[in-house]
């Protein structure tokens, strides 16, 4: 009896043992409940889900996740700013979203961020991703301690170089024009790396005098055209067109800078245009199309989702580059850039060049470096902290165009 007794704990002892290896990792430390085995997905976007930019690349990349993510499912909404829906705020349009099972609210821009702060700390069990904001960036200057968003955003600085570097070796003028959005750290900071990426080619692989670049930024206002409110990114990219700049690239989420760029070659001008956002828009008019630096949010989404599935969903800021090992990899890479049919074989040399360059540890965001007004941004040889490029206060020392807000 005494042995069975000692038997019967053994195997007792042993179960627990076993139900413990069993259990997994535990859950990181601030992580929010698991979300399970099903979930919803709500997506707000600033312009229409089929812009061919900054909203299509979003409503894609949920649509990725859905494709790789057993049990999850998208909503969405788009076209949420206040002209489109006026008297709507961005949080009640989530909240609409909510009302249709999602869980889980992605607000896709940085117009967005008020009100995606507003929304997390009114709905603390939902997980909320802010794309290309920094409030829960510990070591930005605006931390929120947010146990339920996830800041998420591509190093799309890097895409932008490139992006400049395939309009120095195409421009025979000399002459690039960037149509611009509105004006914040975001916009300034790729506007100056389009232009980086362009002097970097001029003075390195055409050898060409830095002054006689012109490089000009005109800001629209917004994302995309809204009459009445904004300058009209087809005047602004007609305009450029009209007075020698004869390549225009793109910041903004539609497609006026190609589109123009058609009507002026079927006059015979010779003119070409970079687009923006989607990795598809290098398929847009390819008789002026450079090319386009292009988002790929899909695999962080994924990641993210399964975080809220598994349990292990943690507030954190994250700025996702190339997958240098498999650049344009739709599955890896959080950016890239797709070469446009009007890139000619000797400039699109140039950029894989480049893009070599760039893998193999090239940063541009290198001193000497000053700021639009003279103020020195970077000493020779200093190189750039993230906060620095992040937060970038003005244009760069050499671009034409306003820097601030007026």
């Given amino acids: ?9 053994l195997v007792a002892i042993v179960a627990i043992a076993l139900a413990g290896c069993n259990k997994g990792a535990p859950a990181p430390a601030g992580a929010m409940k698991a979300a399970g085995k099903a979930l919803t997905i709500g997506l707000v976007l600033v312009g229409p889900y089929n812009d061919q930019g900054w909203s299509q690349a979003n409503y894609d990349a949920v649509q990725y996740v859905t494709s790789k993510v057993p049990g999850t499912k998208m909503v969405y909404i788009d076209k949420a700013n206040s002209a489109d829906r006026p008297g709507t705020t961005v949080s009640q349009l989530a909240e609409s979203l909510m009302g249709q099972g999602a869980k889980f609210i992605i607000f896709s821009s940085d117009d967005m961020s008020d009100e995606a702060v507003k929304f997390a700390q009114a709905h603390k069990d939902i997980f909320v991703v802010m794309s290309s904001g920094s409030q829960v960036w510990k070591d930005g200057k605006n931390y929120q301690a947010l146990p339920n968003m996830v800041n998420i955003m591509g190093r799309m600085e890097l895409g932008k170089m490139i992006g400049g ?11 690039i024009g960037y149509l611009g959005p509105l004006i914040n750290d975001e916009t300034r900071r790729l506007a100056s790396s389009v232009y980086l990426g362009a002097r970097y080619a001029w003075t390195n692989y055409l ?12 800001w629209i206002g917004f994302w995309f055209n809204i009459p009445g409110v904004t300058s009209d990114p087809t005047q602004v990219a007609d305009d450029f067109f009209n007075s ?23 006059k015979g001008k010779k003119v070409w245009a970079v687009a923006y956002d989607y990795a598809k828009a290098s398929e847009v008019a390819p008789n002026v199309n450079l090319g386009v630096p292009y988002f790929n ?35 890896s890479g959080a950016v890239g850039f797709n070469k446009g049919g009007a890139l000619s074989p000797e400039a699109a ?19 000497p470096l000053s700021l639009q007004d003279g103020t020195e941004l970077l000493a020779s040889g200093a190189v750039a902290t993230d906060q620095q490029v992040w937060y970038l206060p003005q244009l760069l020392k050499g671009m034409q165009g306003q820097s601030v807000s007026k």
Avoid: C
């Fill in 1 to 9: 009896m005494r042995n069975l007794r000692k038997f019967v704990l």
């Fill in 165 to 175: 570097v395939a309009a120095a070796l195409t421009t025979k003028t000399g002459k």
């Fill in 207 to 218: 050898k060409k005098d830095p002054a006689k670049l012109q490089f000009k930024v005109t």
């Fill in 244 to 266: 020698g700049y004869d390549v225009v690239v793109s910041g903004i989420d539609t497609t006026e800078a190609v589109t123009e760029a058609v009507k002026y070659a079927a």
């Fill in 297 to 331: 949010w899909g695999p962080a989404y994924v990641n993210t989702a399964k975080a809220a599935m598994a349990g292990t969903f943690v507030s954190h800021f994250e700025w996702n580059g190339p997958d240098w090992n498999k650049f344009n990899d739709p599955d």
């Fill in 349 to 367: 040399v140039g950029v894989d060049k480049f893009v070599g360059e760039l893998a193999g540890g090239l940063n541009l965001w290198t001193g």
